[in-house]
């Protein structure tokens, strides 16, 4: 909302998944002051670096400024006629799973919904997928298979409440910072409360931790199903719980028992100390307010759903789900991952929720959107629809706010696909991202502090992103960009939006349709906002129902599951090792992940000096042993290679570091590094149920560059 009096907009940092309120002012010398909004429940006034430096990425400098083919300006009347024509003609003589889009969690809610129901409804097949398959499709699978649904059932207030606190999977202090400033701060006003860190490397979070577990990567479910295992032999089941709203216990708790049967066999499996394994069981064990926050660790895996099961079932067997102070909590990502989950952005959902695969589902949607068709089967999911692309199946793609040729696994077969494909359309507010390159049409984009939409955090809490800098000229919303590419494919009456207010009444009214199975998102009473109520809309969690008309904090607890049978389901999980393993040639693994004060490819926090400075070069952290068997110096170049690609990187030499693994942070993109690419080393090896890459184990083999 606008603050007339002082000049002040209230917006949302378009980072990470906690989704942090921000406050803009015009200051008269230096453009825009940022500072965190106060009164936002999800930051409470907190920001962190890269929320701080949201200034120094306005301006126009590198933006896309008109409409481009071929790296030719153009009015937007040819370029949206050339992308028209050109899906249209490839739909006519090769069929609709011929085209394709590939979009982002930047994306806001609304842009998402217009994408996803011109993909599905109109054009008929299932092909878009987003880069959030790359960061959370194994919680969404995970929560799915256990809940019948994609909820996240907990709070932020949970970490302040809980008495346990365990982080598997996350470095939250660099990558949600804020949450992780929330942590600490409750740590310290709470002395008794216990933080358990489970990592392979003893990383910023690690700080904080009353008792950090170097687990050997790859091994968390062996974890996870010792802990019920545990769990089982202390008799600390809620059997009140697991017998009234859960299915499947005796086989869960029978695999569990049998791939890890005593504290000994997990600690040898894990390569971790027994006293420490024993100490986070006991913790566990006798702590009823206890929370498991995990992220990329879990889920960028060959077989993350079932590590996400193993979490989930710890808590289901103990009743510790959905009520104050305790449940598991996947991290998102991204600003909108949760969003455009909403809406149905990843391959095999459908709109507000419901399912591709279920004829009821498409039914409703099709009637609802009026549609001429619906897809009726998933679509292909990120990693399988670039082989698609490479193989010339899909013969058109357009990507939406991000940049595959940087993000991607096994990114230069990712590029080679780009180049073979007969239309890119690429729409982004940056001029010169990797992506663009391999671009026909180049379409230019709203970037932040232009855009007038929605997003979902990691606590499901809707939160406003308001304008608050003119836009260049010839920049669109890419709801709009997309609404006028769908009425040149002849669908002008499903697509005649004006404003995203129209649009997030139509999602808002979509959810309401669903039937009671599947109704855990609903935000139906929020479909009548009009324009000015839009506008002020403050933060809220859904579901927001008539019920409950100032949203939902916390959802599962009571045992009210949306499975068919109302139960949750606990999965038996037989840990799986990662799809490659190292070999005399690779004999390390490569861990990859973000740094403090960088985002995604850097294409927009690469443009401030005080971001770049914390970590100026791509580097690769090695701990001492492994450095020393390479004979590699400190600071000394370094180059790394996998069956996949090659690149060279900085020697960074560090005891947090876990012998046999390197960490290569994921950022630096062309232009700012001229040696490779990480994603060009990383596996395109992908968990079968969520199609989640396995970004976090790859063999990789480490040697002097000088010696090359
Ligand atoms: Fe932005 Fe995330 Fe930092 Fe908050 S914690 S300011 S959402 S990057």
């Known amino acids: 909302m606008a603050d007339t009096e002082c000049s002040t907009v209230k917006t949302t940092c378009p980072y990470c998944g906690v989704g942090c309120g921000i406050s803009v002012s015009k200051d008269t010398e230096a453009g825009f002051k940022i ?217 869960t708790v029978a695999t569990a028992e049998a791939t890890a049967p005593n504290v000994e066999f997990v600690a040898n499996v894990c390569c971790l100390d027994a006293k ?27 077989s993350g759903t079932d590590k996400v099961n193993s979490i989930l079932n710890c808590h289901l067997v103990t009743g510790r789900i959905g009520r104050p102070g305790m449940g598991p909590f996947s991290l998102t990502g991204q600003p909108n991952a949760m969003g455009g989950r909403e809406v149905g952005g990843l391959a095999n959902q459908l709109a507000a929720h419901m399912e591709i695969d279920n004829s009821d589902h498409r039914e409703l949607v099709q009637k609802f959107w009026q549609s001429p068709t619906i897809a009726c089967k998933p679509g292909l999911a990120a990693v399988d629809l670039f082989d698609a692309v490479y193989a010339g199946d899909v013969k058109a793609i357009w990507i939406m706010g991000t940049n595959p040729a940087v993000s991607m696994p096994n990114n230069s077969r990712v590029r080679q696909a780009l180049k073979k494909c007969k239309m890119v359309v690429v729409s982004d507010c940056e001029q010169n991202t990797d992506t663009a390159d391999f671009a026909d049409v180049l379409l230019p984009a709203l970037a932040w502090g232009e855009k007038d939409g929605t997003v979902t955090n990691s606590e499901r809490r809707i ?135 960088q985002w995604h490819t850097m294409t927009r926090t690469g443009k401030s000096g005080i971001l770049s400075a914390h970590r100026p070069e791509p580097y690769a952290e090695i701990h001492p042993i492994d450095a020393k068997l390479s004979k590699i110096r400190d600071r000394e170049l370094i180059t790394l290679e996998t069956l996949w690609g090659k690149m060279v990187a900085r020697a960074t030499i560090s005891p947090y570091q876990k012998q046999g693994s390197i960490f290569v942070p994921i950022h630096w993109n062309d232009q700012y590094a001229s040696n490779g690419l990480v994603d060009a080393l990383v596996s395109p090896a992908t968990d079968p149920i969520s199609k989640q890459p396995e970004f976090k184990y790859t063999p990789v083999a480490i040697r002097r560059f000088a010696t090359t």
């Not at 545990?230 to 059997?239: G, I, M, N, P």
């Not at 986070?280 to 060959?302: C, D, H, P, R, V």
């Not at 959802?555 to 990662?578: D, E, H, I, N, W």
Request: with cysteine.
């Open 35 to 251: 500072s965190g909004d106060m009164a936002h429940p999800a930051n409470k006034g907190l920001l962190c670096s890269k929320g701080a430096a949201l200034a120094d990425t306005l301006g126009r400098k590198g933006r896309l400024l008109a409409p481009e083919i071929n790296r030719k300006s153009v009015e937007w009347e040819t370029a949206l006629n050339k992308i028209a024509t050109g899906f249209q003609e490839i739909i006519d003589i090769y069929g609709p799973d011929a085209v394709a889009f590939y979009v982002s969690g930047q994306l806001l809610t609304e842009d998402y919904y217009v994408a996803n129901k011109l993909m599905k409804g109109f054009i008929g097949a299932a092909n878009i997928d987003t880069n959030s398959r790359l960061c959370m499709s194994s919680s969404v699978a995970g929560h799915k298979r256990a809940f019948g649904s994609d909820t996240v059932p907990g709070c932020y207030e949970d970490l302040e409440l809980a008495d346990l606190v365990v982080l598997t999977g996350s470095n939250a202090a660099w990558c949600h910072p804020v949450l992780y400033q929330r942590l600490v701060a409750a740590k310290t006003t709470r002395p008794n409360m216990k933080v358990i860190v489970i990592d392979p490397r003893q990383t910023a979070t690690s700080d904080c931790a009353d008792l950090h577990l170097p687990i050997k990567p790859g091994t968390d479910a062996v974890l996870f199903n010792g802990l019920l295992t545990h769990l089982k032999k202390q008799q600390k089941f809620d059997d009140h719980f697991t017998n009234k709203f859960c299915d499947g216990l005796d086989a």
């Open 276 to 302: 420490d394994v024993l100490e986070f069981y006991a913790y566990f064990e006798k702590t009823e307010k206890a929370m498991t926050l995990y992220s990329q660790g879990i889920n960028q895996s060959s």
């Open 463 to 597: 939160s406003r992103q308001r304008p608050f800098v003119p836009a260049p000229r010839n920049a669109k919303p890419d709801w709009w960009i997309i609404s006028e590419v769908a009425k040149r494919l002849g669908h002008v009456s499903a697509f005649k939006y004006q404003s995203s207010a129209e649009i997030f009444r139509e999602h808002a009214l979509l959810s309401g349709h669903q039937n009671n199975a599947t109704r855990d998102f609903d935000i139906s009473s929020l479909s009548t906002l009009t324009q000015s109520e839009y506008d002020d809309l403050a933060p809220i969690q859904w579901p927001v129902t008539d019920e409950q008309p100032k949203g939902t904090a916390r959802l599962l607890g009571t045992g009210a599951f949306f499975t068919p049978g109302k139960k949750a389901v606990l999965v038996p999980v037989s840990p799986q090792p990662p799809e490659h393993l190292p070999t005399p040639e690779y004999p390390l693994i490569l861990n990859t992940g973000r740094i403090r004060d």
